[in-house]
């Protein structure tokens, strides 16, 4: 199964933006589905993640702000990202577990400035 992003782009603080992580084959085939992100010179830090039974979990530098949900019948994994800062600015990933190695997707750019 492959993952591939889509709906990065250049946004003023306060905006918003949605994410979309489509999968090739069905998303039940991960455990869990996780955004992470990678800001220039830094590591890639989990941003958010949702398991198949739709638990869900977040950074504290984005509770309140970024939601994150699946649709199953699309095989599509969002995230929903509102008052967007501009230290959000980063590289975003889409990753699917199995419990052995994780599939990731190529990544999307999202850029805060005004």
């Known amino acids: 199964v492959q993952l591939v992003e889509s709906g990065g782009g250049l946004v003023q603080p306060g905006g918003s933006l949605r994410l979309s992580c489509a999968a090739s084959g069905s998303i039940f085939s991960f455990n869990t589905m996780s955004w992470y992100r990678q800001a220039p010179g830094k590591g890639r830090e989990l941003v958010a993640a949702?398991?198949?039974?739709?638990?869900?979990n977040y950074a504290d530098s984005v509770k309140g702000r970024f939601t994150i949900s699946r649709d199953n019948a699309k095989n599509t994994v969002y995230l929903q990202m509102n008052s967007l800062k501009p230290e959000d600015t980063a590289v975003y990933y889409c990753r699917g577990d199995t419990g052995r190695l994780p599939t990731w997707g190529q990544g999307t750019q999202v850029t805060v400035s005004s």
């Open positions: 949702i398991t198949r039974g739709g638990m869900t």
